[in-house]
Each structure stands twice: as C-alpha cells, then as structure tokens.
C-alpha cells in the first residue's frame, strides 16, 4: 500500500511540474517499465454520415492529443458496446487524417467480431498537439433503429503501456419507415 502511495505521488508530480512551470516531464513511466500518458488524449466527437437503415456510412471519431501528452498516440481500439446487431466495418477503407487533412500511415487494422472490436496503429505514432479524425467505413449500418456506443481507448506508444478509456461514440440509427 505505501509503495503504490508513493507511485501515485510521484506520477501527481510529474503532472504538476508541466502545469505550474516546473521542468515538464516527457512522459509518465512507472517503477515496473510501464508508459502512460501524462494528459490523457480526449474524444472530441463521434458521427456518422447517414442514420438510415441496412446502408453503407461512414463513422467518424475525432481525438485530440494535447501538447501536454506527454506520449505519442500508438493505437486506438473501437469497442462496440451496445447496439442489437455486431457491426462490420471494410478494414481496407478504414482512413485516419490530421485535422488539416494529412493522411496518416496505418500500421495494423485489425477486426475482431467475436468481440466487437476495431484496432487501429498508426505508423509512425501521432505526436502530442494533433487532432486526428478516424473514419470507419461500414458494410452497412444496423438494419433497425436504434442506439450504439462504441468504447474507445487509446494507447501510448511503448512495449509496455497503460490503455487511456477515451468516451463512448454514441450514434443512433433510424428504424424502416424513419422512426427513431
């Protein structure tokens, strides 16, 4: 209990030191090796292109780096955690860009349908103070009305990291006939 004390100081410090003008550490990295985020990326925005049933959209997550980072940002996994259908997404088409529109290399694109998850790495990995817009292309969108959250977390970049849960990407669909 006093050595995690002591951890949990030491990482408040090296936070402090960037906020009140003191020498602003690089990045947090606990006694056991393991890196994280000294500000933790943010969700900005989550949308998609068209609400309709059973047609092909585009979904759109938005994050923000800070400066204060501290780590660049390595990876993000989209988990869909809520919705009736599992969702399916064109992993080829999946598309990340800069908030001026540079696009970024994709090191991996990953699916994993049993568990409802995206992964994304970026190659290199996005530096601290960028916006970056993840697009997902979908198969099609649910084939009913109603309402997704997809869980998204992000990830330094290091062999040994501490995940950052971001938000939830809420996007609700019509049902046939266009009601909510």
Do not use: H
Request: hydrophobic share 40%; charged share 20%; proline share 8%.
């Amino acid at each position: 209990m006093r050595a995690v004390r002591r951890l949990d100081l030491g990482v408040i410090l090296l936070a402090s030191w960037g906020i009140f003008g003191l020498p602003c550490a690089q990045a947090v990295k606990l006694r056991d090796g393991t890196v994280q985020f000294v500000q933790p990326p943010q969700l900005v925005k989550a949308r998609v292109t068209d609400i309709s049933p059973g047609v092909p959209a585009s979904y759109y997550f938005t994050i923000n780096l800070p400066s204060s980072a501290g780590e660049p940002l390595q990876r993000v996994i989209l988990t869909q955690q809520q919705g009736k259908e599992n969702l399916a997404f064109n992993l080829k088409r999946i598309r990340a860009e800069t908030e001026v529109e540079q696009e970024l290399t994709l090191a991996d694109v990953t699916s994993n349908r049993e568990q409802k998850t995206v992964s994304i790495a970026f190659n290199p990995p996005i530096p601290p103070g960028q916006t970056v817009n993840i697009r997902l292309r979908s198969v099609k969108n649910p084939s009913f009305g109603g309402v997704y959250l997809f869980r998204v977390t992000a990830y330094p970049d290091g062999e040994k990291v501490r995940s950052q849960f971001l938000g939830f990407g809420r996007f609700q669909f019509t049902s046939p006939g266009g009601a909510f």
